[in-house]
């Protein structure tokens, strides 16, 4: 079953907006994280937060952690063409490690 | 270069066929784990294998089979493929930290078609 859901489920923006996406949770959690994929291939790591941490940078990302609410977001600033991809957001729970994935944010930006 | 390969990349085989589609990575990582991605479903965990010889079951383990012999290796078998185990597959691997299984590496994909 899947740990995390995003949400929304898609999103279309301008090139130079800003995007926020969510990922909320059911159980506690040891880490959370993001990853980018473009069409067809591989997921590729963005940003790991520990439950002890509530917000991590990384260039044009921000990424929010709030444990009370089991919810993280995640912000691309000033977005670009080639931040079209779809994100998910990845949970490591604290009860038995598992690993689990959620459904993903497709993420389209027009320019 | 850090890296998890997956072969073969495509896949056409027929109902019933055992196959095996091999994954290695090169970063000494305890954990590995298999996926499949189906439109709409996101990525479903498949096995894992937390560090050699230990293996368990992800989310959708039916029809598959896995084997840890050696650290580097997670091949994925299909004993008797069916059509609906036509998917994208993915292999990832990770250190495993204090907090968990950390950042994952995913291999390129594997398309797979059964007919």
């Known amino acids: 079953s899947q740990q995390g859901e995003e949400d929304p489920q898609a999103l279309s923006i301008q090139e130079g907006e800003n995007a926020t996406m969510n990922c909320s949770y059911k159980?506690?959690?040891?880490?959370l994280q993001w990853y980018r994929q473009n069409s067809g291939r591989g997921l590729v790591h963005l940003i790991l937060?520990?439950?002890?941490?509530r917000e991590k940078h990384s260039g044009r990302l921000r990424v929010t952690l709030d444990t009370s609410k089991k919810s993280s977001s995640l912000l691309i600033t000033a977005s670009r063409a080639a931040d079209t991809a779809s994100y998910f957001c990845?949970?490591?729970?604290?009860?038995?490690?598992?690993?689990?994935f959620g459904a993903g944010t497709t993420v389209t930006v027009r320019a | 270069e850090a890296q998890v390969t997956q072969n073969p990349r495509y896949l056409i085989t027929v109902t019933g066929k055992k196959l095996t589609v091999t994954c290695s990575q090169n970063?000494?990582?305890?954990?590995m784990s298999w996926y499949r991605q189906d439109p709409g479903l996101g990525l479903r965990q498949i096995y894992y294998?937390?560090?050699?010889?230990?293996?368990d079951k992800g989310d959708v383990p039916e029809g598959y089979k896995v084997s840890r012999k050696e650290k580097r290796n997670f091949p994925l078998i299909l004993e008797s493929p069916s059509p609906n185990q036509t998917s994208l597959y993915f292999c990832?691997?990770?250190?495993?930290?204090?907090?968990?299984?950390?950042?994952?590496?995913f291999g390129p994909g594997t398309r797979l078609l059964v007919l």
């Open positions: 990832a691997s990770s250190r495993t930290g204090t907090s968990g299984q950390e950042t994952q590496y």
């Open positions: 970063m000494n990582h305890e954990y």
């Open positions: 294998s937390m560090n050699v010889e230990v293996t």
């Open positions: 937060i520990r439950s002890n941490e």
């Open positions: 159980t506690s959690i040891n880490n």
């Open positions: 990845a949970t490591v729970s604290s009860n038995d490690y598992k690993l689990s």
